[in-house]
């Protein structure tokens, strides 16, 4: 939201658009390495970077011509070791759908691409259909992207704890899976009963298993804390397909998907592992955003974040050491559908106010695949859209003609939040 979308709602795509994060701005990995941790990414980054053309202007456009106007003797600006990381491997967009299939090593392309995609060599299947025709390098293979990821995680880890046993390091792993489109690996199709998608949640799984039993072999498991989230709901032929072919639900019992303001587009996981210190098999029903790691880890490594970062960063660690603390820590959260910042919710308590009609992002009266999914607007009068999560989870009954006085609220708080650039307090 601080953002917004730079394009005006269409897809965001890393070639095509400048970096979102400003040169010198705070960043959790460069507030963890001033503070002497080494700090590493391997795998998706896809928020915005620059190529530049053999006369050195930038390339901001994302289609084909743009990829093979690309000079890649000339470092790539605004990515991962512009904003704080010591170590980058990965791609510029999501890894097999966008224009550039090659793989970034820190600032460089060090395998370009030289043709441009055989679709034909893909497999084909519901959930495969999501991949532009842009041009690929030769060690890029769409299917094992996640087992490369996963190799430099490990060898990351592996030599940091043999080279500097005693250094903290911080490590972003950024997966493929389980964005469309589901290609899992050679060693994982036909794994599961749940087709190619169960087969590549079934890789994302292991990818996660095996960085934990790293973490063990190295004998650091017990002094590391690990984090897995996400950052949206799932994609809308991967809802359709898995609810019709398997029975399989990843937004249940929420509302909407992956681009949506409703609660099935924003709702994730969020399990934390740190021995010792958050109790095993507890859970907590605290609102938080993926925008409060930053906050949280500030206040776990005792490093006070300047008032110009973490705008809407609010830390957790009470709810973590505790799982109930007295007090919500969080006033309310601000959400942000697909399409920019005229579709904007918030969410106080039980109360979840979205400050438009529709969804914020899909159009379920045009897309063949969510038609079936549609359902009326209870107070098509109002302005917005109000619902009670408590007692109506799946956002059904539109309450903003019933209980103007909370719509009144929570457009005040959206407003103040927009007006002072920030929904923590100043620091």
Request: hydrophobic share 35%.
């Amino acid at each position: 939201m601080r953002f917004g979308v730079p394009n005006g709602g269409r897809v965001f795509q890393a070639l095509a658009d400048p970096p979102l994060i400003a040169p010198g701005k705070v960043t959790l990995p460069s507030m963890l390495r001033q503070q002497g941790y080494t700090t590493a990414c391997f795998g998706k980054w896809h928020i915005g970077l620059t190529f530049y053309d053999h006369d050195g202007q930038p390339i901001h456009h994302g289609n084909l011509e743009a990829v093979q106007r690309i000079d890649y003797s000339r470092p790539i600006d605004g990515g991962p070791v512009d904003c704080g990381f010591d170590h980058f491997f990965g791609t510029a967009c999501c890894p097999t759908t966008d224009w550039l299939y090659a793989f970034i090593d820190g600032k460089q392309i060090p395998n370009p691409p030289i043709e441009r995609l055989d679709q034909s060599t893909l497999p084909k299947h519901p959930y495969s259909r999501d991949n532009r025709r842009g041009m690929v390098a030769p060690d890029f293979d769409l299917e094992e992207v996640d087992m490369v990821f996963l190799k430099k995680s490990q060898d990351f880890l592996t030599k940091h704890v043999a080279e500097t046993p005693d250094k903290p390091f911080f490590l972003l792993h950024s997966t493929q899976a389980v964005h469309l489109p589901s290609f899992p690996g050679k060693a994982f199709k036909g794994k599961t009963d749940s087709g190619p998608h169960g087969d590549f949640i079934f890789e994302l799984d292991y990818v996660v298993g095996e960085l934990m039993k790293t973490l063990e072999r190295l004998d650091i498991d017990d002094n590391t804390l690990v984090i897995f989230t996400s950052d949206n709901g799932p994609e809308v032929p991967t809802i359709y397909h898995m609810r019709h072919d398997h029975g399989h639900d990843g937004a249940r019992p929420w509302r909407g998907v992956k681009r949506d303001n409703w609660e099935g587009g924003h709702r994730v996981p969020f399990l934390v592992r740190w021995p010792g210190k958050v109790p095993a098999g507890t859970t907590s029903s605290e609102i938080t955003s993926l925008t409060d790691v930053m906050a949280t880890i500030a206040e776990i490594i005792n490093t006070p974040l300047p008032n110009d970062a973490g705008e809407d960063s609010f830390s957790m660690l009470p709810v973590m050491l505790d799982a109930a603390p007295k007090d919500p820590i969080r006033p309310y959260v601000l959400q942000q559908g697909f399409g920019g910042r005229k579709y904007l919710a918030i969410r106080r308590g039980r109360w979840k106010y979205l400050a438009h009609k529709g969804s914020g992002g899909n159009n379920y009266d045009t897309h063949p695949q969510l038609k079936e999914y549609r359902l009326p607007d209870t107070a098509p009068e109002a302005a917005g859209q109000l619902y009670d999560l408590e007692t109506d989870p799946g956002e059904t009954q539109n309450l903003a003609a019933t209980h103007p006085e909370i719509v009144e609220q929570l457009s005040s708080l959206l407003e103040e939040s927009l007006a002072s650039g920030r929904s923590a307090p100043s620091r």
